[in-house]
């Protein structure tokens, strides 16, 4: 099954690939390797999904939020792959930053929700290395950020 066949059997909607709106590129291709700039959390509306985990949000909606930066990462993989995701061979590395309280420690559940999400998408070629870390404050107050490393045929 292809990965665009896993994204219509998990009736997956992406999201428009944004702009940077800063200093920076959204991807980077160096030899075989496909860096995504970090995506922030963004509901299906286009609305930031904001606040501190552990306070703002419980797990289970910064594990939702995490989907969404997932889905933001596969839309700019796309994008990067002139809209050919078999282009892509494997996701090697995601690193999930959690806009949470100081008390919170559930972070890799939270980033599950990502690393859930591209399992779905990529299959055994989503299944990847991670790091997911709290911080204090995240972009425009969102909630979650994710970044991406995948691996090009």
């Known amino acids: 099954m292809s990965f665009e066949d896993n994204i219509k059997k998990n009736n997956i909607n992406l999201p428009k ?3 940077p709106v800063g200093s920076y590129v959204a991807t980077k291709i160096i030899n075989n390797l496909l860096y995504i700039s970090g995506q922030i959390s963004i509901d299906d509306q286009g609305k930031l999904i904001k606040g501190k985990v ?3 949000l419980d797990v289970d ?3 939702k939020a995490a989907e969404r930066c997932a889905l933001s990462i596969v839309a700019q993989a796309k994008k990067a ?4 995701l078999s282009k892509i061979k494997s996701c090697v590395k995601l690193t999930g930053f959690v806009n ?3 008390d919170f420690t559930d972070q890799p559940k939270v980033i599950n929700g990502a690393s859930d999400t591209i399992a779905k998408v990529f299959g055994d070629s989503g299944m990847h290395t991670r790091a997911a870390v709290s911080t204090n404050s995240l972009p425009l107050g969102v909630s979650v950020e994710v970044d991406a490393i995948f691996e090009l045929n």
């Open 54 to 56: 552990g306070k703002d």
């Open 17 to 19: 690939a944004a702009d």
């Open 100 to 102: 949470s309280t100081d």
């Open 81 to 84: 792959c002139n809209n050919d």
């Open 61 to 63: 909606k910064g594990y």
